[in-house]
């Protein structure tokens, strides 16, 4: 990992990929899915599924705009996975109650979650690095270590949110597991799965950049280098 000038690419004269081309028609997709959801809910008078529906369009939508208000370019690749894991997550999740429906649900999701929030601590290492404003340099095992302690600690502060939620608003988002009602059990799980993928994705990236060969986290987060050059300039 070494310092290297930005290119002059900007996301006005980028051509969009087949990434951002599937990024679009699935986006498009799920907001289709889910405004049919809407105006049933509506029609129903569930008044409380309306709203958490548009609520979760809203945050489906919101990474593009905020992209293109503060003219921040997001590789297609990484918002393609984060729009199908918040889809998953919360609309057939919770809205379609798939976390009772299937029980491997819950678990699939939290490693899912640990291999995303891997991917972002290597980013955020990678724009440190990059950033002509911080003169810093990291070994892999290093930025390993800082990818997997930060998807792990998004997952504590993800378990405290439950606890809080269903302490104050009285929830159930810390669902019982094997017969234990205080939730304690499900938690576990939670954060072990949530290791368990912030392990695989930190390993992945510590094993390329040892043998100093591209993986695809790197071939994302040095799209975001160059895509975005004023975001790292001194």
Request: net charge neutral; hydrophobic share 55%; proline share 5%.
């Amino acid at each position: 990992m070494s310092k290297s000038d930005p290119s002059p690419n900007t996301p006005d004269n980028v051509p969009p990929d087949l990434a951002a081309r599937i990024h679009r028609g699935v986006v498009a997709v799920l907001l289709l899915v889910m405004t049919v959801e809407t105006l049933v809910a509506l029609y129903n008078q569930q008044w409380l599924t309306a709203f958490l529906v548009l609520a979760i369009m809203a945050v489906i939508i919101a990474p593009g705009a905020l992209g293109r208000r503060f003219q921040v370019h997001i590789p297609a690749e990484f918002q393609l996975l984060a729009v199908v894991f918040v889809f998953a997550a919360l609309f057939l999740g919770e809205i379609r109650r798939y976390y009772e429906r299937i029980w491997w649900w819950d678990i699939a999701l939290h490693v899912s979650s640990g291999l995303l929030l891997g991917i972002l601590g290597f980013l955020l290492v990678y724009v440190l690095n990059e950033s002509k404003r911080v003169d810093l340099h990291m070994r892999p095992r290093f930025v390993a270590l800082f990818a997997f302690s930060f998807a792990l600690a998004a997952g504590v502060l993800w378990e405290i949110f439950e606890f809080a939620m269903d302490q104050l608003a009285g929830t159930n988002m810390q669902k019982p597991m094997f017969g234990d009602p205080s939730g304690l059990t499900d938690t576990m799980w939670d954060l072990i799965v949530d290791s368990l993928g912030a392990l695989i994705i930190s390993l992945l990236g510590w094993w390329y950049m040892e043998r100093g060969q591209r993986s695809f986290i790197e071939t994302w987060i040095r799209k975001f280098i160059e895509r975005n050059p004023h975001l790292f300039r001194g």
